[in-house]
């Protein structure tokens, strides 16, 4: 673990100097990168340095009580080494979590999709308390949102409403919430006081955005071949026509129009990126499709992952046996002990596995 450390803060130390890099500065978006890679490793250097710090005095207190005749300095020594031992432990199992390797899409923006599932209105209407719920919660985050679509039910609440988030960790936060929401409780619209179980969807998928197309030389196979069809005596005799294929997708991009080798190279390389880009963005789109599949489930009552008891004033998540008594509160957008109790579940799964 220490060799992994040592790595890790040897890295931070070349972005550190990198910040400071004129060249670096000048370019916006390399300079934007190498400081979000900053961030990302500083609570792990700050920890490693704490946890150096606490074998250091773990070795004093060794070395003294090793040499040390002294019937007083001797018990200093020894509630030093208590004080250190109790310490460790806590700080050992921190960095092994901040060494669990982290999805990459945890620190992109979110798009949060609720549907109101099986219930009829009441379903629209508990759609529209979810969305007052995480709505209150973005708040206290200081995140910003804005509703893009919405289909508003007859009695009130959400058919559909889809809202984007932006900030800082947000998908990472929010990725647990994707499943139907149930609740039960008398609905507005009972008019004999029963208690009805209902259903909403939660979809949070990534905001996938579309990133610059880096094509590098060696990706690319160059041809050249003359040119066929009208155009003269030059284009039938000069090998100005350009072939190109981005060896890692497979895609071609030819050029012929151009009298010269050069334009048509400038050409076919032009077309060759807004083919890439098409693919990225068919990639994008057909990953979030199969996401939104996978997460939102049928809207059922029995495919729950959180059920909302109010006549019990309870609260549960049967992913992980987590109940509140204190539903009032999370509907109005207290939720973030929830999450936080869903990610150290991950991390827990994650921890078995990893190699720290």
């Known amino acids: 673990m220490l060799d992994k450390l040592a790595a890790i803060k040897e890295r931070y130390m070349r972005l550190e100097e990198q910040l400071s890099d004129p060249e670096i500065m000048q370019d916006m978006s390399r300079y934007k990168k190498v400081n979000k890679d900053y961030k990302k490793l500083e609570p792990v250097v700050k920890a490693y340095d704490e946890y150096l710090m ?28 208590d004080e250190v031992k109790e310490a460790m432990t806590p700080m050992e199992e921190k960095i092994k979590f901040l060494l669990i390797p982290k999805d990459p899409e945890d620190d992109k923006n979110a798009v949060m999709e609720i549907r109101s599932g099986t219930g009829g209105d009441e379903a629209s209407i508990f759609a529209g308390d979810l969305l007052r719920m995480y709505t209150r919660f973005f708040d206290t985050k200081k995140w910003k949102y804005s509703i893009v679509s919405e ?17 800082e960790d ?14 039960q409780r008398v609905p507005k619209t009972e008019s004999q006081g029963r208690v009805h179980t209902s259903a909403a969807t939660v979809v949070v998928m990534p905001q996938l955005e579309m990133e610059d197309v880096n094509i590098t030389k060696v990706d690319l196979k160059i041809d050249t071949y003359r040119a066929s069809g009208a155009g003269g005596q030059h284009v039938n005799k000069t090998e100005s026509a350009v072939r190109i294929t981005h060896l890692p997708t497979g895609l071609v991009s030819e050029s012929q129009d151009g009298r010269s080798q050069t334009k048509n190279r400038e050409t076919a390389l032009q077309r060759l990126y ?18 939104r599949k996978s997460l939102v489930g049928t809207g059922d009552r029995s495919g729950k992952i959180r059920t909302y008891n109010y006549p019990q004033n309870r609260v549960t998540d049967h992913r992980i046996n987590y109940t509140s008594h204190n539903l009032p509160a999370i509907m109005d957008g207290d939720v973030q ?20």
């Not at 250091?56 to 080494?81: C, G, N, P, V, Y």
């Not at 947000?170 to 609740?183: C, D």
């Not at 807004?274 to 499709?289: G, L, P, S, T, W």
């Open 54 to 81: 606490l074998l250091a005095r773990q070795e004093e207190a060794k070395e003294l009580l090793s040499t040390e005749k002294d019937e007083d300095m001797i018990e200093m020594a020894e509630m030093e080494l």
């Open 151 to 167: 289909n508003e039910g007859s009695a009130g609440g959400y058919n559909r409403v889809e809202i984007e988030i932006a900030g």
């Open 170 to 183: 947000i998908y990472g936060q929010l990725k647990f919430e994707s499943g139907a929401h149930r609740v």
């Open 274 to 291: 807004v083919k890439i880009m098409d693919k990225q963005r068919e990639d994008h789109n057909n990953k979030v499709a199969s996401a």
């Open 337 to 356: 002990d929830i999450l936080d109790a869903l990610l150290m579940a991950e991390n827990a799964e994650k921890l078995k596995g990893a190699d720290v």
